[in-house]
């Protein structure tokens, strides 16, 4: 009797004894995600908002604002040292952005196919660890250090140069106008190598050793292998160090501030320095937000348009 009745609630002749509701998956995740929103909303949107109200006003920092409208914005279409600053950021965005991610794949590569299979993965990690040394170091204390290397007097380098023989060759790398950006660029390369190397090698490691063995068997030689099989297979890592590197080229201060703080005669000045002495050095506290609020614009709707194209490319992969 026992079993039939057992039997019949399981085949709906019954209704089992009522629970304790479960709550929904969608409210759980709500409040998980809850605190990490208004922390996103006080430091980041309420801040921005803020900056965009000043961009619209005259104003030094006490007082009232003055409202004026778009003046700023009319104003910065014919700064021409607003424009110069944006062409500074297009090198910075070479140097930071796509020079380190062609430097960070081969090297990459050379440490995964060749050092790691050779010299074993601890010697791999190590060098790894040594490339990515720059990003962990604070950008005040790499660009004191390369400011005592850059130095016209006594420089390391000039004293190199001087060592070998190749004296004419000395220059004030900070200093003159014609080579300051190209040696601000150098030390940025320098500085962004690391982040794309350790991307790319951990891509490099969900790569199915497979693929290049059968290509390998069919005669492919190294560089076939990597342009046709490894290139398409961390196409989504790509994306992401293009997205990450570009955003940090096109926001950079800090270095730019300790090595040369935006000179010679705003040779190597960028938007971000460039709204700062705007800001504080100028008092012009409206146009240094005018200046931000378009980085900030210019930012968020590159890195749209770069997840745009991410997303296209993964799911023409998948189709």
Not at 42 to 65: D, H, Y
Not at 91 to 118: E, R
Not at 258 to 271: F, I, R, S
Request: aromatic share 12%; proline share 6%.
């Amino acid at each position: 009797m026992t079993v039939t009745v057992e039997r019949g609630a399981r085949t709906g002749g019954g209704q089992p004894p009522a629970g304790p509701r479960r709550p929904r998956t969608r409210d759980s995740y709500a409040l998980f995600l809850l605190p990490g929103f208004l922390a996103f909303t006080a430091i980041i949107i309420v801040p921005f908002l803020m900056n965009t109200g000043v961009s619209f006003t005259e104003w030094q920092g006490i007082g009232s604002p003055k409202w004026t409208g778009l003046a700023n914005y009319r104003d910065l279409l014919d700064d021409s040292e607003f424009w110069a600053s944006f062409r500074h950021s297009l090198f910075m965005v070479v140097a930071m952005a796509v020079v380190p991610t062609v430097i960070g794949l081969v090297l990459a590569a050379a440490l995964f196919d060749y050092v790691g299979k050779h010299f074993g993965g601890k010697v791999a990690s190590v060098l790894r660890a040594c490339f990515y040394l720059p990003q962990v170091l604070p950008i005040a204390v790499a660009g004191i250090v390369w400011s005592w290397i850059l130095a016209p007097d006594n420089g390391s380098l000039n004293e190199l140069l001087k060592a070998v023989g190749l004296g004419s060759w000395q220059q004030d790398w900070l200093g003159d106008p014609d080579i300051a950006l190209y040696s601000v660029m150098g030390v940025m390369v320098w500085v962004q190598i690391g982040f794309p190397l350790v991307v790319f090698m951990a891509g490099l490691q969900r790569v199915d050793p497979q693929l290049h063995e059968a290509a390998e068997l069919d005669g492919a030689g190294w560089w076939r292998r990597f342009w046709h099989i490894t290139l398409p297979q961390i196409r989504p890592e790509i994306y992401v160090v293009l997205t990450w590197c570009t955003i940090a080229a096109l926001k950079v201060f800090g270095a730019v501030y300790v090595l040369t703080k935006g000179g010679p005669g705003g040779a190597t000045d960028v938007p971000s320095y460039f709204s700062f002495t705007t800001f504080f050095e100028k008092t012009q506290v409206g146009y240094g937000a005018a200046i931000s609020t378009i980085l900030t614009v210019i930012i968020l709707a590159l890195s749209l348009i770069l997840l745009k194209l991410q997303t296209r490319s993964e799911e023409g992969d998948r189709a």
